[in-house]
């Protein structure tokens, strides 16, 4: 019978093992490497290839790479260029068809490596990573710039102190400019003006439009959106994904927008239209991977001798919360929404300025991780020792337990009563050691949540070899640490962390009291190691939290065991047992339940006991 139950435990496990990383993958997925022949004909085929996102997003085909590395060198070196040189952001503006169409972040690394230079966030159109803004208008009646129009440029390079402007006239009568200013973090503005000299009045619209292509976007999962997003009304959607709006050609989100525009993990582009402007937003699919989002502001008749002026701010930069919630205070309506925090946002940003908070004192994300685990165990720690007193007390009612357990044992349900009646007869809560367990379950997923979306995280060392807590540890078991060419399979992919994280949890493990099943009991037993295997892909910094709690619930027990010696004499006792039983030798008897004691008995004691 033993065998057969450690036998079906086995099998569940493996089962949870190998459908945990067919989750993995199919969430999760990673680019595979090909052969260079076969990438380049895949890339030259229209639609042959899979596009396959990462968690990061960019582009992961080797052909796609190389190309865009090309393309945006070459049209760089077109003349006519206007330099933006701001605090957080560089790049170009093209004065043809007023489109800002090539972004680099400068505080952000493409990858953890020092050299990997800074990320690309907007790219001219045609480029396999296309994502640029175009401001223009719309006209009744009038000639107005389109796609080829080449503006005068006035000013540049594009810095915080100096502003651009570009300058069109149709030889109608109208003059169409577009003034152009940075801000000290990630905000271009857009005053687009046009005013009116000839005889008649005239129809204008004024729009921006924001075009990317989805072959760059991150990974699109259960959790964390990419794609369209945008603050409409009273709240923020974060949709339709890319394959919706891409079967559905046109969507456009009930409410008045407030920004508008699309999003990965780590980096946003969004569209803000003046405050109090009636304007229409929608999003598009364009075809071939390529969408739109649209921001046009409400027809206004302009007669002669006036002019009219929108401004409209685009955002092309990294999710950092500070800077997101800066501009949500000046005016701009959820936009610290902008990360995807989810329904428990009430919890998770305190406990990522909790973190941070620590960080900035200690300067070490680790160290400041280790340092918040501290925290939080301190603040449970009284409920904590509440459920520790209460594991102690039940494992010092274990031999009644078991004496109940052998008595009735052809009787189930007397057995269940008998067994409550103990409970209630010592005062024992057998749930009451999970409480501190349960109570860390918010804490943990508030920090995944943290850990997986919050650029501060991105590319944070922590000693060693951990060069990134928000990725998985890269020291794998199965590879010697590097030393050999080949990447272990997810499930497989063990590292230093997770061995420990196994190691720890199995020792907690060990202070609960046996269960009364043995299957139970042996998944107990197996099941840190199946942790092992299923944490090991999560991101490092997570990890070292939960490596980090094992470590101060094993000091939390030795603290118990010197406040409740009957604990220790227990698991003695369970230690001696088990040798004996690994000697062949029989064990002792169990001590007979103890016997009722008449009802008047008791009316005495309780007599006895009130005097």
């Not at 067994?419 to 209630?424: E, G, H, P, R």
């Not at 379950?441 to 991105?458: G, N, S, T």
């Not at 269960?515 to 991101?539: E, S």
Request: with cysteine; charged share 20%.
């Amino acid at each position: 019978m033993k065998d057969r139950n450690l036998l079906l435990a086995v099998v569940l496990c493996a089962i949870m093992l190998i459908g945990w990383d067919a989750g993995m993958r199919y969430f999760y997925p990673q680019p595979a490497a090909k052969p260079a022949a076969v990438q380049t004909s895949a890339a030259s085929a229209p639609g042959a290839s899979k596009v396959v996102h990462t968690r990061e997003g960019g582009l992961t085909d080797p052909a796609d790479i190389a190309e865009e590395a090309r393309d945006v060198a070459t049209i760089l070196r077109q003349p006519g260029r206007v330099a933006i040189d701001g605090e957080r952001v560089s790049g170009s503006i093209n004065p043809v068809g007023a489109r800002i169409d090539d972004i680099v972040l400068k505080n952000h690394r493409q990858s953890v490596e020092q050299d990997s230079g800074p990320v690309r966030l907007f790219s001219p159109a045609g480029t396999p990573a296309q994502q640029f803004a175009q401001f223009g208008w719309l006209g009744e009646g009038v000639a107005t710039p389109n796609a080829q129009t080449v503006w005068q440029v006035e000013g540049g390079p594009l810095t915080q102190a100096n502003p651009v402007t570009l300058r069109w006239n149709n030889g109608q009568g109208q003059l169409f400019t577009i003034r152009l200013t940075v801000d000290e973090h990630y905000m271009i503005s857009a005053a687009q003006t046009v005013a009116n000299t000839a005889a008649g009045p005239i129809v204008v619209r004024p729009f921006a439009a924001l075009n990317r292509t989805s072959r760059s976007a991150s990974l699109d999962s259960w959790n964390i959106h990419s794609g369209p997003i945008g603050a409409f009304g009273k709240g923020v959607e974060f949709g339709p994904d890319y394959d919706d709006l891409a079967e559905a050609r046109t969507a456009r989100p009930e409410g008045r927008p407030h920004w508008i525009g699309f999003t990965d993990i780590y980096w946003l582009g969004a569209l803000v239209p003046e405050a109090k402007a009636a304007t229409e937003a929608d999003f598009r699919a364009l075809g071939n991977d390529v969408f739109r989002a649209d921001l046009v502001y409400q027809p206004v008749t302009l007669q002669p001798g006036r002019q009219l002026t929108r401004t409209t701010r685009l955002f092309a930069g990294a999710k950092e919360s500070s800077v997101l919630d800066a501009y949500e205070a000046q005016g701009i309506s959820n936009f610290g929404l902008a990360i995807d925090w989810g329904w428990f946002r009430w919890f998770e940003k305190p406990i990522f300025w909790l973190l941070t908070s620590l960080y900035n004192l200690v300067g070490n994300f680790g160290v400041a991780i280790i340092l918040l685990t501290v925290i939080v165990r301190a603040i449970m720690f009284p409920i904590a020792q509440r459920g520790f007193a209460s594991m102690a007390a039940m494992k010092a009612i274990q031999p009644k337990m078991k004496a109940i357990q052998e008595r009735y044992k052809d009787d189930k349900p007397r057995q269940q009563q008998e067994i409550m009646a103990l409970y209630k007869a010592e005062g024992v809560n057998p749930l009451a050691g999970c409480l501190p367990m349960l109570l860390q379950i918010p804490v943990f997923f508030a920090l995944y949540k943290v850990l997986i979306l919050a650029i501060e995280m991105r590319h944070k060392p922590f000693v060693l070899w951990i060069k990134d807590l928000s990725a998985p540890d890269p020291a794998h078991i199965l590879n010697l640490f590097g030393l050999l060419d080949f990447q272990p399979p997810g499930f497989l992919a063990i590292g230093v962390l997770a061995v420990l994280l196994g190691f720890t949890m199995w020792l907690t493990f060990k202070m609960n009291p046996a269960a009364m099943d043995p299957i139970q009991q042996q998944m107990f037993n197996i099941m840190p190691w199946i942790l092992m295997f299923v944490m090991a892909p999560f991101a490092a910094g997570l990890l070292v939290y939960w490596i980090t709690s094992n470590i101060l619930t094993l000091a939390q027990q030795k603290y118990l065991y010197s406040k409740h010696p009957q604990l220790r004499a227990q698991a003695d006792k369970e230690r001696e047992d088990k040798a004996r039983a690994a000697r062949g030798e029989a064990p002792p008897p169990p001590p007979p339940p103890p016997p009722s004691a008449p009802e008047g008995s008791r009316q005495v004691r309780r007599r006895k006991g009130r005097a």
